[in-house]
């Protein structure tokens, strides 16, 4: 559940830290609670910090602070309920920085993911995660 002045790691390379909530981009259901798969609109609180020699780079850091992105909610420390009763849950948010075109902003993904991002069309994000969080049936 994450809403208004909500903070979330940014577990991709865009060069974010920390960000924080502004808005959650969806239809007027669970009263402007986000949850896995929901698209956000953000404020850059942490990023890294860029020097000279790496800005001249292709790799350059992408974002920095006070920025506004959108970005797409990878983990929250609410418990989402699956179709077959079940309830996952991770130690923290987290979330994937987005541009305009609703791609991701950077290459690469550091960190464990939901599963039900790819049942809400969000597959790019599943495949490049290192892990992604499944629980099978005993």
Known sequence: MIGLKSTLNVIDN????LIECVNVLKQKVNNGWGSVGDEIVCVVKRARPVSA???ASTTAVKVRRGDVRRAV???TKKSVRRPDGRFIRFDDNAAVLLNNKRE????????????DLRMKGWGKIVSLAPKMYIIYPS
């Open 104 to 115: 991701m902003l950077g290459t690469r993904i550091g960190g464990v993911v939901s599963a």
């Open 53 to 55: 020699a790496t800005q």
């Open 14 to 17: 865009s060069g974010a830290l």
């Open 73 to 75: 909610i990878v983990r």
